[in-house]
């Protein structure tokens, strides 16, 4: 296993997990990797670290370049277990090397690890020397937990980014202008959905700083890196799902179904958006993931979201959704609740609520749609007609 130089004197030494599927109930379909970075100067220095299984990968590249006990700085721009997991076996090949992070750096690495390490506490906008290049250290707190920061090369023009601009992708290619620009950004968006957008506002207060910086490649803690060919086009991205952009002909109906019936409700919701002009995506929750699904609400301006009533409320994989989404708080929505009932008819009020109540997730709501038992085509009809003429509306808005 091989360094992989990204410039004289600094290397990717990160570790690739090939077979993660799973990140903390985000299904990571083309795996991931956790990206160190190794930076020969007159300070050795590391930025960031691995899981720990994947610890000996990490070092084994380490020791391509140089013995690893030679190491003097270790960065810690995050202190997740993704990020962090190496740190302890690490630490103890270099005991005396100094480990920069900011305050929240050292209070979570003391939590997790129980170690009183050599620290330095670092602020946001301090630098050090490394030699002939400086390190500047940029606090991103909750992009994504509070401990998280940039840390920027100025003579290097590298920003090394942590978890922003990050995509779960395991790939030997590390740069994101060697993939298919389609797959890489469809990863990184499906990474906001799923990790950043509950922290949009934050991300909105980074790019502004991030703006002032001349970046030449932007290095993450996860997935390929982004050079000068495409570093706007994922800037660009990020300054749209960081101020919620949408798209209002854009539509998304996401429901699970018992008999069937408010799967019709899902079809004739979707003919209506379709024969307004709006592109419309079905998402059935028996067979999409709700990581999944987050990806698809970034860009649509409609969510409608469909449950039969059950037991008094809604479907288990409708709650589950609905919970998740709540979490993610995606902005400046349009929703719609619907749902099939054989008599108490709860779902609804409960969707429709769910959708529209500020604590929960805002949005402005369209008139909930509901039918009995099994609906016919002349319901349907009458359905889709009036649901068309509430589209237009909000499409003359
Ligand atoms: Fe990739 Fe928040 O850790």
């Given amino acids: 296993m091989k360094a992989l130089k990204l410039k004289e004197g600094i290397y990717w030494v990160g570790a690739i997990d090939w077979d993660l599927r799973n990140f903390h109930g985000y299904v990571t379909q083309r795996g991931s990797t956790y990206n160190a970075y190794l930076i020969i100067d007159d300070k050795i220095t590391l930025i960031d670290n691995v899981k720990s299984y994947l610890y000996e990968e990490m070092i084994t590249r380490i020791k391509d370049i140089i013995d690893p006990s030679k190491i003097d700085i270790i960065i810690q721009n995050h202190i997740e277990m993704d990020h962090s997991g190496g740190l302890p076996e690490l630490i103890k090949l270099i005991p005396k090397a100094t480990l920069y992070t900011n305050a929240n750096g050292v209070k979570g690495l003391k939590r997790h690890f129980k170690q009183d390490w050599n620290f330095q506490e670092v602020k946001n906008g301090e630098s050090i020397s490394i030699g002939k290049r400086t390190l500047s250290f940029l606090t991103t707190p909750m992009v994504h937990w509070p401990d998280n920061q940039f840390t920027y090369c100025p003579e290097e023009k590298i920003l090394f980014s942590n978890d922003g601009f990050g995509q779960h992708i395991a790939s030997t290619e590390h740069f994101a202008k060697d993939l298919p620009k389609g797959i890489v950004l469809e990863e990184a968006k499906k990474y906001y ?38 570093i706007p086009e994922i800037i660009s991205a990020y300054i749209n799902w960081a101020n919620n952009v949408s798209d209002r002909h854009r539509a998304l109906v996401i429901y699970d179904t018992m008999w069937k019936s408010t799967q019709k409700l899902a079809y004739t919701i979707s003919e ?11 998402m059935n929750l028996q067979t999409n993931h709700i990581s999944d699904i987050m990806t698809e609400v970034m860009d649509a301006k409609f969510i409608a979201v469909g449950s039969p009533t059950l037991n008094s409320s809604i479907l288990p994989t409708v709650a589950a959704f609905m919970y998740y989404l709540k979490g993610l708080s995606p902005k400046n929505k349009i929703g719609l609740a619907f749902g099939s009932y054989g008599w108490g008819g709860q779902s609804i009020p409960i969707l429709q609520e769910l959708l529209q109540d500020p604590k929960q997730c805002g949005f402005e709501m369209m008139e909930p749609i509901k039918t009995q038992y099994i609906p016919d085509q002349e319901e349907l009809n009458n359905i889709k007609n009036n649901l068309r003429q509430q589209i237009k509306i909000k499409l003359e808005e």
């Avoid at 799923?194 to 506002?201: D, E, G, T």
């Avoid at 207060?205 to 997935?223: Q, R």
């Avoid at 024969?275 to 995506?281: K, R």
Wanted: charged share 20%.
């Fill in 193 to 230: 959905a799923n990790i950043v957008l509950p922290y949009s506002k934050q991300v909105q207060n980074v790019l502004k700083v991030a703006k002032g910086l001349d970046i030449h490649m932007i290095c993450p803690s996860h997935g390929v890196i982004w050079t000068e060919e495409n």
């Fill in 272 to 282: 209506a958006f379709e024969e307004e002009g709006v592109s419309t995506q079905l």
